[in-house]
């Protein structure tokens, strides 16, 4: 077995890496992003789409390059190394992995050309507030009608709600679970901000009322397509975690190794070393299990992917806050400050917390796994 990155996949690592430095570096576009509300500049957006970067999961057929979650985690990686602000994940991994996944031929050619190229933004609305990051037992229920269906209920937190064209919304049916297209400027259509800590990442609150939808693939279900996106969801949220990780212990390492105090660097005085040593260890479980996720989502039985992912994001979900916290206390009160670049990295990684369930929760399911 290869555990190597194929030399593709590394200069598709390259690439992306230039790209991001060149073009959305944190000063000025991150920072300049903050606010926005949609994260990203059609510049910046154009430039990813003539990448590839939207079309790694698509097959070839429908615009994509046909790849698999491996690929996909080299972008991510490098996404999260610079706490990139755009929609990415939510429209290239999740919006694109529910069309592939849950979708068939029709629906699939309606909605992946315009994936891929980057011309659709997408989202994908799983959870609901209160609901402890379960999705199996929806309240927004649809009804048929003719020649489509409706949805009534609400999804909250869905990712990059203002700037998604299209949600792809899980929703109750006759007793089953579905996943429905819904359209941006739909009738009964209400797309809500909420308050974030992270301002290179946008959350918001779906209402939908009687809102017209198109259900992706056969009427009888799509619990395990949506049991596979959440999986993706999860991992690519830990791979992206890693990057910002990293580059949160680059920094903090770098300056130990500059920041004299009683006249030596502080990067020589053994408490501080455990702090990075404590980092790098958590960085580097954190990246096995980002990887293994990823090959397991790829290659995998569904139970394994679950395994997978559910591990990798109940490690990661402290684990990684903990390092960004770790490298603000390194920076001491200089890594406080809003001028400085941690707290960017600190801040992406508190969502890891949270998002798509907290650690606690995928404990529970992962002792339910495994036990």
């Not at 230039?18 to 606010?35: H, I, K, N, Q, T």
């Not at 080299?74 to 999740?94: D, K, N, T």
């Not at 056969?218 to 830990?238: F, N, S």
């Amino acid at each position: 077995m290869d555990f190597e990155f194929s030399a593709d996949q590394e200069a598709l690592r390259q690439t992306v890496a230039r790209f991001l430095s060149a073009e959305a570096p944190l000063r000025p576009y991150v920072r300049g992003m903050l606010d926005d509300a949609t994260g990203t500049t059609a510049a910046v957006w154009q430039g990813l789409a003539d990448l590839g970067a939207f079309g790694l999961l698509v097959p070839e057929a429908f615009g994509g390059l046909g790849l698999g979650m491996v690929d996909a985690g080299v972008v991510l990686e490098e996404m999260g190394r610079l706490v990139h602000p755009g929609p990415f994940l939510s429209s290239a991994i999740g919006a694109a992995s529910a069309v592939v996944l849950a979708g068939d031929s029709a629906d699939q050619a309606r909605y992946l050309p315009g994936l891929a190229a980057g011309t659709t933004v997408g989202t994908v609305a799983v959870l609901e507030e209160g609901s402890r990051g379960g999705w199996r037992h929806p309240t927004t229920t649809a009804r048929p009608t003719h020649g489509g269906w409706e949805l009534t209920g609400v999804k909250a937190p869905v990712a990059d709600a203002g700037a998604a064209d299209l949600a792809l919304v899980v929703a109750g049916a006759s007793g089953d679970v579905g996943l429905f297209a819904v359209e941006r400027g739909a009738a009964g259509v209400i797309v809500e901000g909420l308050p974030t800590v992270d301002g290179t990442r946008r959350w918001g609150r779906l209402r939908l009322d009687g809102a017209p939808a198109r259900r992706l693939g056969a009427p009888a279900g799509a619990t395990e397509a949506i049991a596979a996106v959440v999986d993706r969801l999860l991992v690519a949220m830990v791979t992206d975690a890693v990057g910002a990780a990293e580059a949160a212990l680059q920094i903090a390492v770098t300056y130990a190794k500059e920041r004299l105090q009683f006249g030596k660097p502080i990067g020589s005085f053994q408490a501080v070393q455990h702090l990075c040593a404590d980092m790098l260890q958590a960085v580097e479980q954190a990246r096995a299990g980002a990887y293994y996720g990823l090959w397991a989502c790829d290659a995998a039985t569904a139970e394994e992917r679950r395994r997978a992912a559910t591990m990798a994001k109940a490690f990661a979900g402290d684990a990684l806050a903990g390092v960004g916290a770790t490298a603000i206390q390194v920076l001491g009160g200089i890594g406080f400050t809003w001028e400085h670049d941690a707290h960017l990295f600190y801040k992406r990684l508190l969502t890891v917390q949270t998002a798509y369930g907290s650690t606690a929760e995928h404990l529970e399911a992962l002792a339910a796994l495994v036990l």
